[in-house]
């Protein structure tokens, strides 16, 4: 076959996937694949005719309808967010999960009950009702954020339109999961690549007649704002809305241990390939609803509930090759090159082998068999290795002593255990462009600036072509070149751009975490945040003359330790790091940090706590502060309103040192009932 008849070949094969894809969506109103996708084939099929003119003679792009517009459906705020699940893969992190559950609530022998209910693999929806009439429905979409799709969502029969019962709460927000049974899939799966995606994409249909025809499902599983709330419990939540007529999962079940916690899990593992829909775990929930209320969230996911996800999948394969990859806080990560294997249905060729200690521990050598597992959606890692397959003419792997950049690597010393740390790191920071590429990466990411479109790939196309070398050229891109790049249209570009702008207007907190500090996550950031207040006396740290005295007063943030504190510290040293920051703060509207309760009983107030408590822990103690509008130290200070003594061992110096300061000093019994409890 000739250069000619090759790119004919390509060109009809693009050609009649375009096709495909207009039927599924123009047709039969489910598509499957994003706008995005559906309008970089589009761009390559454009491209190939402007490249070679004698396919245009062919006339097979005639009349092929064009790509449909995004954003179909009216965006709307959830009067609560839909926080993501932090996840459990073994008795040992659900053991984990219950202690940080005492440890947080100060519960030593009372035990604690768990609402158990099977984790759909299906789509989230909430559902609105005011006086008992439905008026609102909307996806999870970011979960701050979701999609109006109300209309959609009444063409499930099952939803209950109205509630008939004279004790609804005024408001009831009512949580669940879509989903398409697996025999009434088969009747359809022509159309979608699985049964997640037949329901993600019929209730993303403009018309709901099309959607009507999908028979979609729901179990309703949780809730977000309740007036008033009228329940004590998660079981006694799903009893009630069952008889109001919600479909409720009829395995959901009350457990009281950890030994009934890994029963049930063992028993609906077991089950769970007779089941008509697919599960991968079950969601565990504290089931008292004021205890759940005290846990309260962190910036992710709420304290009082963890999935449990079934036994990873594992299979064998050989490794081909290690490479190194290099994060954004330089540390050099070992990752497998193996043969393509199916594990837990999904094709992998890349697994974690974590930092040096973890290869020189297992012997993992190039040309070895190894055993691989994939849980949830963790990166695969390498389990074991099959020495009896093993080739004699192997060598150990000498891990290298050099970044990908040239570099030298260090391992830190724990100046707390002082041992040495197990991953060996770059510390060129911006210098290594590595480094810097993982940090465009993170800027971008969810949690950060949040940039939808510009993902990892794009950030790799991007930078190999000097589009974006440092997260304020983000704000200056040139579109004329990227419209030229293959796979960018007008449609994926205007997205871009407006992804981009609505990112310029960030708040302080968020902006703090974005720039990629070691030992700076989310809550960390928000401490900081709280702390500074705004962007002008955050970017004093960057004066070396001012930093000094402001690292010393970071000392007195509860939360905020020596780690942290030399992390920011060696951050702001690096010059680069500095010139970096300065032109990315130009391009940006930064907020002021605002107090979560302005109006609160600690609104404005200093808080530390000495000694332990009978009826709540530090943390506890200390979110209720936070959440009323308090700032809690870590150390006596001048700043320092309020010293809260509990009874259990206090420490004598710092309640001294209180006096002297005359300090307002809070006994527990005082503590309680200005907390009214």
């Known amino acids: 076959m000739n250069q000619k008849s090759k790119i004919i070949d390509i060109y009809k094969k693009k050609i009649n996937l375009l096709k495909k894809h207009n039927k599924l969506y123009f047709n039969n109103d489910s598509p499957a694949v994003t706008d ?66 005492n440890n947080f609530l100060n519960i030593k022998n009372e035990k604690i009950e768990f609402s158990s209910e099977p984790k759909i693999d299906g789509i989230s929806a909430t559902l609105v009702y005011e006086n008992g009439v439905l008026n609102k429905g909307l996806s ?66 403009k018309n709901p007649k099309e959607t009507s025809k999908i028979p979609l499902k729901y179990f309703a599983y949780g809730f977000g704002v309740i007036k008033p709330m009228i329940f004590n419990t998660q079981t006694e939540f799903l009893a009630k ?153 192997t060598k150990k792997y000498i891990f290298p002593d050099k970044c990908l950049c040239g570099g030298t690597t260090q391992k830190e010393i724990n100046k707390s255990t002082k041992k040495e740390d197990a991953v060996r790191r770059c510390l060129k920071g911006y210098d290594c462009d590595y480094i810097a590429k993982e ?94 207040q705004s962007i002008d006396k955050f970017s004093k740290l960057f004066y070396e003359k001012n930093r000094k005295i402001i690292l010393r007063n970071l000392i007195d943030l509860d939360g905020i330790g020596e780690i942290q504190i030399n992390s920011i510290n060696n951050f702001c040293s690096n010059n680069k790091n500095i010139e970096i920051l300065e032109r990315l703060i130009k391009k940006l509207k930064i907020n002021n940090f605002r107090t979560q309760n302005k109006k609160g009983k600690f609104s404005n107030k200093t808080i530390m706590f000495t000694g332990g408590f009978e009826k709540m822990s530090r943390s506890e103690a200390k979110s209720i502060v936070e959440i009323n509008g308090g700032k809690v130290l870590g150390t006596i200070s001048k700043k320092l309103d309020i010293l809260i003594v509990g009874n259990s061992k206090p420490t004598k110096k710092k309640v001294e040192q209180a006096k002297k300061l005359n300090m307002r000093i809070v006994k527990e019994s005082e503590w309680y009932k200005i907390l009214d409890l």
């Open 36 to 101: 995005s996708e559906y309008d970089n084939l589009k761009k390559e099929i454009f491209n190939l005719e402007k490249k070679n003119n004698f396919l245009n003679k062919l006339n097979l792009n005639k009349k092929i309808i064009g790509s449909p517009p995004s954003n179909k459906f009216k965006k709307v705020k959830h009067l609560k967010p839909m926080l993501s699940l932090s996840n459990a893969f073994d008795k040992k992190d659900m053991n984990d999960f219950i202690s940080k559950i």
């Open 140 to 205: 999870r979409g970011d979960g701050a954020i979701g999609e109006d799709i109300l209309e959609n969502l009444k063409t499930i029969r099952t939803i209950p339109k109205k509630i008939k019962d004279g004790n609804v709460p005024t408001l009831l927000e009512i949580r669940g999961e879509i989903y398409i049974g697996k025999k009434d899939f088969d009747k359809i799966k022509a159309n979608f690549a699985n049964p997640r995606n037949a329901a993600g994409g019929s209730l993303r249909q």
């Open 241 to 393: 809305i069952k008889k109001w007529g919600f479909s409720i999962n009829p395995l959901s079940k009350l457990v009281k241990s950890s030994e009934e916690i890994e029963s049930r899990h063992q028993y609906i593992d077991s089950v769970r390939s007779s089941l008509d829909y697919d599960i991968d775990g079950l969601v565990y929930k504290v089931n008292d609803l004021k205890l759940q209320s005290r846990l309260g969230s962190t910036s992710n996911s709420p304290r009082w509930a963890i999935a449990y996800k079934f036994s990873a999948e594992k299979a064998f394969t050989k490794i081909k090759d290690i490479v190194i990859q290099v994060g954004r806080t330089g540390a050099i990560t070992p990752v497998a090159k193996v043969e393509p294997v199916t594990v837990g249905g999904v094709v992998v060729s890349n697994a974690t082998l974590h930092n040096e200690d973890e290869i020189n521990r297992k012997d993992i050598r190039i040309g070895d068999t190894v055993q691989i597992q994939r849980a949830g959606d963790v990166i695969p890692q390498v389990v074991s290795v099959d020495q009896s397959k093993r080739d004699q003419n």
């Open 439 to 532: 940090k465009l990466k993170h800027i971008v990411s969810k949690d950060a600036f949040n940039i939808d479109g510009l993902g990892k790939k794009v950030i790799d196309q991007f930078w190999d072509l000097k589009l974006i070398r440092e997260p304020s050229d983000i704000f200056t891109i040139n579109y004329n070149k990227v419209e030229n790049l293959e796979g960018w249209g007008k449609l994926s570009i205007s997205n871009l751009k407006k992804a981009i702008d609505k990112s310029i207007n960030v708040e302080l907190d968020r902006f703090i975490f974005s720039v990629g500090i070691r030992h700076i996550g989310q809550e960390n950031a928000k401490i900081l945040a709280g702390f500074f």
